[in-house]
């Protein structure tokens, strides 16, 4: 009987060390790069255990704006010290001096460390060179001023600049042939989703000393800097934005308190976009849940009596605006009597300039008698139905977009709307089905201070590696199709600033400013309500200065009520800091 339990035992013993192997040669030999259903990389792991580091740079390419100043991340001199120096007796009080604190501080904070750090975290003190200089001179074992690149803890443009993040399912999905580390960072939204590829890392730069199971030094006190050592990487995305507008656009955004909207500002020359803000602002607590990851710049919005202007540019075409002909601004565009905007009788100028909603309903229809695709064919000669941002063959990727998230706009959706007559007067005034996006109206506007030059927008002028050489150029590109004559264009030109110059003009507020203002007011009925009042969306679209355009500016309030907006003012501010800027008065 004993024996048969001896036996017994001795199979359980071995089935049991067999199991014990066969787990052992799973984590030494089979799984050690993806352990477990966490994925977990042994070997890094087992090296952390026996390393501590501080990361310099994590290698993530940069976006830097137009002037070549950084986005996303900013570079600071900083005191990085190790925490074997709690153990040694070194030159804490020269340090110190040179930084013009206290010793105590230094050893106070030194002793409470079990990483390496940059002295004065979470904010570091930044060095100036010269103290920068002066430290390391002093070749302390474990104590370093560094370089260090730092997150920005508020990115200017956020929305169209984006967010990174771990995520190794879709890091291993998007570089199925790639060796990357599953704590790579990768671009979830915006521009760093569209330019991931290039911003991948080469490799992080770090310090690094190696310790035992107690944190001592476990080689004596070397520290090694570890950088990928290329010349090339990581690369730089140069965007079109300007820091300096984009900061103060921001705090413009702010000030007139619009909580969903923003602006786009172009600059003509280049048709390329120096500032964007998008509101809501992006929920850091929380920054995939809410609309403010949403890009409110290239998302289709109903742009009301800004699409008049399409309107107006096939009229002209189609010899309908005429001087003498006159049209009944005390009607409503359903025949009934206009009580709060009775206008009267009004000429086709006075009538875009009072933004009479009667004359461009009746057009609208004369219209689409002559011609059922007529508003959607001018529509598109403006850039407000297409896509508008740039895209084209760079490097080994065809059809590449700076703008992959970019709405279309639409006039109609279907063959009934395009032929009932009511509902072609209202689409005459961008209601209905009508919509287009900020950028669109943004480039409608370029379009025709240009002459009737359609163009491609810009995010990103070039790609260029670390040395500043470029790696990937973005030039202008002419935006495909038809667009109006330059003879359209100019008696758009003379519309637009009427609006302006006009004494009851529904632009008449920047009659003052600094720059010559010509553009496009809208007020557009949203359908939904808010306590009983109906919510809109307002508009200000237009370009300056006048006789040589330089930018064009869309500011735009979604979902507020009658008599609130800001917009207004917040296009006014926009036209005198960047003239004040212009002048060198900034």
Not at 4 to 32: V, Y
Not at 152 to 173: D, F, M, V, W, Y
Not at 437 to 453: D, E, F, S, W
Not at 491 to 497: A, D, F
Request: aromatic content about 10%; hydrophobic content about 40%.
């Amino acid at each position: 009987m004993w024996k048969k339990r001896a036996i017994a035992w001795l199979f359980i013993c071995i089935f049991g060390f067999m199991l014990l192997l066969a787990r052992l040669m799973q984590i030494q030999l089979f799984e050690t790069e993806a352990f477990s259903k966490h994925n977990v990389n042994l070997l890094e792991e087992s090296v952390n255990q026996r390393t501590q580091e501080i990361v310099i740079d994590n290698g993530r390419g940069n976006f830097l704006d137009r002037n070549g100043e950084m986005l996303t991340y900013k570079k600071e001199r900083v005191l990085v010290l190790f925490p074997f120096l709690k153990k040694m007796n070194w030159n804490a009080a020269k340090v110190a001096e040179i930084m013009g604190v206290s010793q105590s501080s230094i050893q106070a904070t030194l002793g409470s460390s079990k990483k390496p750090f940059a002295y004065g975290e979470p904010e570091p003190i930044e060095l100036t060179a010269s103290q920068m200089e002066e430290i390391n001179a002093l070749k302390i074992p474990g104590v370093f001023a560094v370089e260090q690149k730092f997150e920005r803890a508020s990115i200017p443009a956020e929305q169209l600049i984006g967010l990174t993040g771990e995520n190794p399912k879709e890091l291993a999905k998007r570089y199925p042939d790639k060796e990357l580390s599953e704590k790579t960072l990768i671009g979830v939204t915006g521009l760093e989703e569209s330019f991931d590829e290039f911003l991948l890392p080469e490799g992080k730069s770090k310090l690094v000393y190696h310790v035992d199971g107690g944190g001592a030094p476990l080689f004596g006190i070397n520290v090694k800097y570890i950088d990928p050592a290329n010349p090339f990487y990581p690369v730089n995305v140069r965007t079109t934005i300007d820091k300096t507008i984009q900061e103060k656009a921001e705090e413009l955004v702010e000030k007139y308190g619009i909580k969903k909207g923003g602006l786009v500002l172009l600059n003509i020359e280049d048709n390329s976009i120096e500032a964007l803000v998008s509101r809501p602002l992006i929920n850091k607590n929380n920054p995939y849940n809410g609309i403010g990851m949403t890009n409110q710049i290239v998302n289709q919005q109903i742009i009301g009596s800004v699409f008049k202007t399409v309107v107006a540019a096939a009229a002209i075409d189609q010899n309908l605006d005429s001087p003498g002909r006159m049209f009944d601004c005390s009607k409503k565009i359903n025949g009934k009597p206009e009580h709060k905007y009775n206008y009267g009788m009004l000429t086709f100028s006075d009538s875009f300039a009072r933004s009479c909603n009667q004359t461009f309903g009746e057009l609208a229809r004369e219209l689409q008698k002559m011609n059922p695709q007529m508003l959607e064919t001018y529509a598109e000669r403006l850039s407000l139905t297409g896509a508008v941002g740039w895209n084209g063959d760079i490097y080994h990727t065809s059809d590449f977009k700076q703008f992959p998230d970019e709405d279309k706009g639409r006039v109609f959706l279907s063959e009934e709307a395009r032929k009932d007559a009511n509902f072609v007067a209202m689409s005459g005034i961008g209601q209905h089905e009508v919509r287009s996006t900020p950028l669109a109206v943004a480039n409608m506007m370029a379009t025709i201070a240009r002459g009737g030059k359609k163009e491609m927008v810009r995010a990103v002028s070039k790609i260029e590696f670390k040395n500043g050489t470029t790696m990937v150029p973005f030039p202008k590109k002419e935006l495909s199709g038809d667009s109006i004559s330059p003879y359209t264009a100019m008696k758009l030109q003379k519309l637009l600033r009427e609006v302006v110059t006009n004494p009851n003009g529904t632009g008449r507020w920047f009659k003052d400013l600094p720059d010559e203002v010509a553009g496009k007011s809208g007020t557009a009925e949203t359908g939904k309500y808010l306590d009983g009042k109906q919510l809109h969306n307002k508009w200000f679209a237009g370009y300056f200065p006048f006789q040589s355009p330089k930018y064009a500016l869309v500011c735009f309030n979604l979902d507020v009520i009658e008599d609130e907006g800001g917009v207004n003012s917040l296009f006014a501010d926009m036209v005198k800091m960047l003239h004040e800027k212009e002048t060198g008065n900034f």
